[in-house]
């Protein structure tokens, strides 16, 4: 099976940075994803690595571990509409079936 | 605009209900989700199906199934509605290729009385 943990919840004022952590143990790996929820809203991509290191996407970027079984995603600049839940997802195997970890709620304050 | 369209936002059925769930993908993708969420427990996956008439069980399958029969839709059946199935459900589809991403649709809650 595969489990997937990170935090529940992050505070951080606007314009800081902030980094959601995510540890994983599945029986393959295929590569890690992030996902942004808003409050009512359906889930929505942001990055995905499929090799250990950094892949920066703007204001964003996902780290991967792959010995570590461990990745991050990094929110700079923060503002209010990253008010959020991120989830973090893992590819047990080539097929792309994705397995979600429980979420981190997310709040920026002014 | 790639679009996946659950058929309802809201439903309301009763114990012991059969249920049908809709979805469909007009993106032409090989895979397609069902997940259920709850409050601090993320997103669980349900059913996976990787081609038509094909799935893979997820991580919570008990009192559910699916069928695929079109490339495009993804039916989730609740056999027999229990209050433990109120939840919202949120189908995906994405390519079958390692880096792609899944694309989610509005999601059906649906509560069970």
């Known amino acids: 099976g595969q489990s997937l943990e990170q935090p529940s919840e992050v505070t951080a004022v606007e314009g800081a940075i902030v980094q959601i952590n995510c540890t994983y143990q599945?029986?393959?790996?295929?590569?890690l994803s992030w996902y942004q929820q808003h409050d009512g809203g359906a889930p929505t991509f942001l990055s995905y690595?499929?090799?250990?290191g950094l892949e920066e996407t703007g204001r964003f970027s996902s780290f991967l571990s792959r010995s570590d079984s461990y990745g991050y995603l990094l929110l700079q600049e923060l503002q209010m509409k990253d008010s959020a839940s991120y989830f973090c997802?893992?590819?047990?195997?080539?097929?792309?079936?994705?397995?979600f970890g429980g979420g981190t709620r997310l709040m920026v304050k002014p | 605009d790639v679009k996946v369209t659950q058929s309802s936002r809201y439903l309301v059925k009763r114990t012991g209900e059969k249920v049908f769930l809709e979805c469909v993908q007009d993106?032409?993708?090989?895979?397609m989700f069902w997940y259920r969420q709850d409050p601090g427990l993320g997103l669980r996956l349900i059913y996976f199906?990787?081609?038509?008439?094909?799935?893979e069980k997820g991580d919570i399958p008990e009192g559910y199934s699916v069928s695929r029969e079109k490339k495009e839709r993804f039916s989730l059946i609740l056999e027999s509605a229990s209050t433990n199935q109120t939840s919202m459900y949120l189908c995906?589809?994405?390519?079958?290729?390692?880096?792609?991403?899944?694309?989610f649709g509005q999601g059906t809650r649906l509560t069970v009385v």
């Open positions: 995906a589809s994405s390519r079958s290729t390692a880096n792609t991403e899944a694309f």
């Open positions: 599945t029986s393959g790996f295929y590569g």
């Open positions: 993106m032409d993708h090989e895979n």
């Open positions: 690595n499929g090799l250990d």
């Open positions: 199906s990787y081609d038509v008439k094909m799935k």
């Open positions: 997802a893992v590819s047990p195997g080539a097929g792309n079936m994705l397995t």
